[in-house]
């Protein structure tokens, strides 16, 4: 099972009944400036914008977005969706909830996608292609930036998942994501599901979140090193503010790397290495670092 947001009830989060929590700030989603209260036991589903209703983990998405791709200042996401040249970026967000999808919409580069097991991947229905993340459709380098919020969790082969990521992005292209958990995680990830074969075996009670959504892991700081493996350079974004509270709330920014420059060509006849006779002596290259 690879699962995405997709059309289904609320979920219910207990209410937060201890002491105040909250920050005074402005919202970087919408813009809109107020205060930020906890409400809920989840860190991540609480804090909510009083004008969008943009949840931290949101709030924490959207700051990674203007850190990625924002190129005049932009303090918020419905500010950066007006700025000149960002209409022409390619950007893929698989799901069809989440506040970020009304001011992405008029993109011309914006897709949305659903996972429906019955459905061919790469067919649209109602407007929304079908999509598995761990076999993606389209071709490589074909976005600019793509943005998945607690998703990865509901992956079953998530390196797989990554590395498709990777392909579909363009070199100099973001992932900016969140997975559940407080900051710091656990030192490595636990996998709740045997994936070995070809059905799921629990090794651990199972855990459905929006009631239907299976978590394969409960994810760890290890995630970092599967990042580096797929090829990303990563940043990890912990959402700062007067309540210290949200420091534990982490959004990642993953970016695929430009790709190295082609090699100079040798000169006929000269070996490689050697200076030619009279020549100054050539001067070492910087190697790109990541």
Known sequence: MVATETARPRAVHPTY??????????????????HFERDRLSISESFRCPGCQGALRYQGQARGILRAVSRHGAR?????????????????EPGTLGPFRPLLRPVP???????DPATPTGEVRDGLRCENLMDLTFADASFDLV??????????????????????????GWHVFTIPGRWPLRRRTVARVDVSGPGDVHWLPAVFHNHDHLVYNDFGRDLLDLLDGVGFVTETMLFASASPTTSAQVTFASMRPEDPPEPEPVPTGVEVGAEPVGAEPSRPRRRNRR
């Open 147 to 172: 943005i998945t919020s607690d998703i990865f969790e509901h992956v079953r082969h998530p390196t797989r998942g990554f590395a498709e990521v990777f392909r579909v992005l363009r070199p100099g």
């Open 76 to 92: 918020s996401v419905a500010e950066l969706a007006a700025q000149p040249g960002f209409g022409g970026l390619d950007i893929f």
């Open 109 to 115: 580069g914006y897709v949305q996608s659903f996972f």
């Open 17 to 34: 009944d201890g002491p105040p929590d909250g920050y005074d700030g402005a919202c970087a989603i919408c813009g809109r400036e107020g």
